[in-house]
C-alpha cells in the first residue's frame, strides 16, 4: 500500500486511494489526540500514560513490580510490592526510552497511538486485498478504499477521544488481531517465511498486548492453520512457526501473570488498589466470586452493544451525544456502567458489510474466513461477559467485524444494474461519513466534556445560528442532575455564582465565581518559621485555619468538636496565594495554597464560606461564562 506501484498495475489505483484515505482519517485522529493542537503530539499526558514507561523501566531493572505512586488505583498490591495487569509488549518496545529515565513518561502514547491508528488502517487495506485475491474477484479502487474508509471511521477513531493506556491497548490489540488474519490467509495462499512469521507475530504481540482479545485470536488462527495442515495444504515447517507464536504468546503471559498475581489468568481483583480504598466495590467483587466477569452480564452487554438508540442528536455542536445508559438486566448489577454507542451506531457499514460478509462465505464454504472470524468473535467473548460498559469496549468487536466485512467489499457484483452499483456507493460514502460524525463527535465529548472552552465554543455557535433561548440550559436546583452534558447555573438574583456539567449522574464544575462556593485571594505572611495560626474563612460552627510553622503552611477544617488536618505545603515569607471550595453542589470542601492541594472533603458544610479580614479576596469574579449562559436562558 505504501510501496510506489506500477500505474499498470490494476491494484495501484486501490492503494493510492487506500493511502489518501488512510492520510486523511490519520491526520482527523491526530487532530482529536492532540485537541486540534497537533504541536502538542508529544506533551506529557495524564494518568495512566505513563503506565508502559514505568513498566519498561521495572524491565530494565530485572522486576515485574512498579511504582505504587504510578500505578495508583489501577496497582494490584501483591504482600508489598504493586503490580500493573497490562500486558508486556507495548512496554518491551518502550525499552529503549526507558534508557533515558523519566524523560519520555507520558510523551510517547499519542504517537503510539497515531502509529497503531495507520497499521490499523494499512491491515484492512492488505485484509481486503487478501480476501479478493482468495476468490478471485476483480480489483475495485472504490471497494478496497471503501473498506479502509470503513475501519478508519468505526470505533477506532473514537479512541482518540482520551489519550490513555486503556485506549492504546484497545487499538494496538485490534490492529495485531487484523494483521494476524491478514498473514493467516497470505499464508494459506501463497505458503512462505514472511508470511508464517507475520502471522506467528501478531498473534504472539496481540496475546502479550491484551490477553483477552488474543487469546481469542489465537484459537482462530491455531484451528485454521491446523486444518490446513491436516488437508496437506501447508508445509508443517511454516504451520509451527504459527504454532509456536500461539504457544510462546501464551505461556509468556501465563508465566508473567503467574509471578504476578500467581494465577495463570486471572486477576486478584480483591487486590487492586482501588477496591482496597472503596468497600463498595470490595463487596461488589466478593459477591462475584473477586471476578470481574460472569455469564450473568451477557444479557446487559449483548443488548445494549447492539441497540440502535444508544446516540441522541441535540441542536448544539457536536450535534451527536451520547443516548441512555445501558439497562441493568442481568441476575447481579453491574459493576460500572459509563456512557456507550453500540456496534449499530457507531460501526453501521462494518456491521451491516459483516452480516453480508458471513452469508457470501457460507454459500462460498469460505471456511477459513469463516474459523477466523469465529476466532475473532471468542476474542470479543470476555468484553460480553465483563461487568463494564464502556464505547472503548467496541474496538475489541472490530476484528469479527472486520474479516467478514472485507469479503463483502472485496467481492464483485455484476449481476446488480449499474444504477444500483451507483445506489451501494451512495449508501457506502453516506455510511462512511456518519460513521466519521458520529465517532468523532463521541470522542470531543469524551476529551472536552469538563473544559470550559468546550461548552462556551458550543454555545457561541448555537447563538450564531439560532439565538436564544439555547438547549440544555438548567438551574442547579431545578430537580435530579440529568443525562451527561446538561450544563447548570448557579445563579442569584443578577448574581451567577458557578456553571455545572452534568457527568455519570454528578455535577463537575466548570466555572466558580470568586465570591460565591469560591474564594480566591492571598494572605500576607510576615514569618513564616514560627508556629501561627489564622482563620481564612468561616461558617455556622465551622472554619478553616492556615497553620504555619517552619516554613510549611497547612489548612485545617474545624467543625464542632470534630476537624481534618491538611497536608503541609513549603511557603515562604510574603504574599501567598490560597484558594478556598467549599461546593455543596459537586460537592467539594477543599483548599490550595500556592497551587497545591493541602486539603480536600466531600463534607461541605452546608452555609457559603466567609472570608475573614486576614484574608484578602481578588477583585475579579470571573464569571464570564456563566453570565454568557446565562442571558440565553
Not at 148 to 175: D, Q
Not at 253 to 265: D, I, Y
Not at 368 to 375: F, I, K, Q, S
Amino acid at each position: 500500500m505504501w510501496r510506489t506501484a506500477d500505474p499498470t498495475d490494476p491494484e495501484s489505483s486501490g492503494a493510492r486511494a487506500a493511502r489518501r484515505i488512510t492520510l486523511a482519517a490519520t491526520l482527523l485522529f491526530v487532530l482529536l489526540l492532540t485537541r486540534w493542537h497537533p504541536w502538542h503530539l508529544f506533551d506529557r499526558a495524564g494518568f495512566s500514560t505513563d503506565f508502559y514507561d514505568e513498566q519498561a523501566r521495572a524491565f530494565l531493572h530485572g522486576r515485574l513490580w512498579v511504582d505504587p505512586q504510578v500505578a495508583d488505583i489501577e496497582g494490584f498490591l501483591i504482600g508489598r510490592r504493586t503490580y500493573l495487569y497490562f500486558g508486556p509488549f507495548l512496554a518491551l518496545v518502550r525499552l529503549p526510552f526507558a534508557l533515558f529515565g523519566h524523560v519520555f513518561d507520558g510523551r510517547l502514547v499519542r504517537l503510539s497511538m497515531t502509529i497503531g491508528f495507520v497499521v490499523l488502517c494499512t491491515g484492512a487495506y492488505h485484509l481486503v486485498v487478501q480476501a479478493r485475491r482468495w476468490f478471485g474477484w476483480s480489483p475495485s479502487a472504490w471497494r478496497t478504499a471503501g473498506f479502509v474508509a470503513a475501519v478508519a471511521t468505526s470505533p477506532a477513531l473514537y479512541l482518540a477521544g482520551w489519550v490513555s493506556v486503556y485506549h492504546e491497548t484497545e487499538l494496538w490489540a485490534a490492529t495485531f488481531a487484523l494483521w494476524a488474519a491478514v498473514g493467516t490467509m497470505r499464508l494459506l495462499r501463497e505458503p512462505g517465511r514472511r508470511a508464517a512469521l507475520l502471522t506467528a507475530g501478531s498473534v504472539a504481540a496481540a496475546l502479550l498486548t491484551r490477553a483477552s482479545v488474543g487469546i481469542g485470536v489465537a484459537a482462530g488462527v491455531g484451528g485454521v492453520v491446523l486444518v490446513a495442515v491436516l488437508r496437506g495444504r501447508l508445509p508443517r515447517p511454516h504451520a509451527l512457526a504459527v504454532f509456536g507464536g500461539c504457544v510462546a504468546g501464551f505461556a509468556v503471559h501465563v508465566a508473567l501473570n503467574a509471578a504476578k498475581f500467581g494465577s495463570m489468568l486471572g486477576l486478584p481483583a480483591e487486590r487492586q488498589v482501588l477496591t482496597l480504598r472503596d468497600p463498595e466495590r470490595a463487596a461488589w467483587f466478593a459477591g462475584n466470586d473477586s471476578s470481574f466477569f460472569g455469564l450473568r452480564f451477557v444479557g446487559t452487554t449483548v443488548v445494549h452493544y447492539l441497540r440502535p438508540d444508544t446516540i441522541r442528536f441535540e441542536r448544539v455542536l457536536p450535534i451527536v451525544r451520547y443516548g441512555p445508559l445501558a439497562t441493568d438486566r442481568g441476575s447481579y448489577p453491574m459493576e460500572t456502567i459509563t456512557p456507550s454507542a453500540s456496534l449499530t451506531n457507531a460501526a453501521t457499514v462494518l456491521l451491516f458489510a459483516a452480516l453480508v460478509g458471513v452469508v457470501v462465505l457460507l454459500r462460498r464454504r469460505g471456511w477459513a474466513w469463516l474459523g477466523l472470524t469465529a476466532g475473532a468473535a471468542v476474542a470479543a467473548v470476555p468484553t460480553f461477559t465483563i461487568a463494564f460498559i464502556g464505547n472503548r469496549y467496541l474496538v475489541d468487536m472490530l476484528p469479527m467485524l472486520a474479516i467478514p466485512a472485507a469479503v463483502a467489499f472485496a467481492g464483485s457484483a455484476p449481476s446488480l444494474a449499474a444504477g444500483r452499483r451507483r445506489a451501494v456507493r451512495v449508501l457506502l460514502v453516506a455510511g462512511v461519513v456518519w460513521g466519521a460524525w458520529v465517532n468523532t463527535a463521541l470522542a470531543v465529548w469524551t476529551s472536552d466534556l469538563k473544559e470550559p472552552g468546550f461548552t462556551a465554543w458550543r454555545y457561541q455557535v448555537d447563538d450564531l445560528f439560532f439565538g436564544n433561548p439555547a438547549p440544555g440550559l438548567r438551574l442547579v436546583g431545578d430537580g435530579t442532575v440529568g443525562r451527561d452534558g446538561v450544563v447548570a447555573l448557579d445563579t442569584d438574583g443578577d448574581r451567577c455564582d458557578g456553571v455545572y456539567i452534568a457527568e455519570q449522574g454528578r455535577w463537575v464544575a466548570l466555572e466558580r465565581a470568586n465570591g460565591g462556593s469560591t474564594l480566591r485571594g492571598a494572605v500576607e505572611l510576615d514569618d513564616v518559621d514560627t508556629l501561627s495560626t489564622m482563620t481564612l474563612v468561616q461558617g455556622d460552627g465551622w472554619r478553616v485555619d492556615l497553620v504555619v510553622a517552619a516554613g510549611l503552611a497547612r489548612a485545617d477544617l474545624l467543625r464542632g468538636d470534630t476537624g481534618l488536618q491538611g497536608v503541609a505545603v513549603p511557603v515562604q515569607r510574603g504574599q501567598v496565594r490560597v484558594d478556598v471550595v467549599a461546593d455543596s453542589v459537586m460537592p467539594e470542601l477543599s483548599v490550595s495554597i500556592d497551587g497545591t492541594l493541602s486539603l480536600f472533603s466531600f463534607d461541605v458544610p452546608p452555609d457559603p464560606p466567609l472570608a475573614t479580614p486576614a484574608f484578602v479576596l481578588d477583585t475579579e469574579r470571573g464569571d464570564s461564562l456563566c453570565r454568557q449562559l446565562a442571558a440565553r436562558r
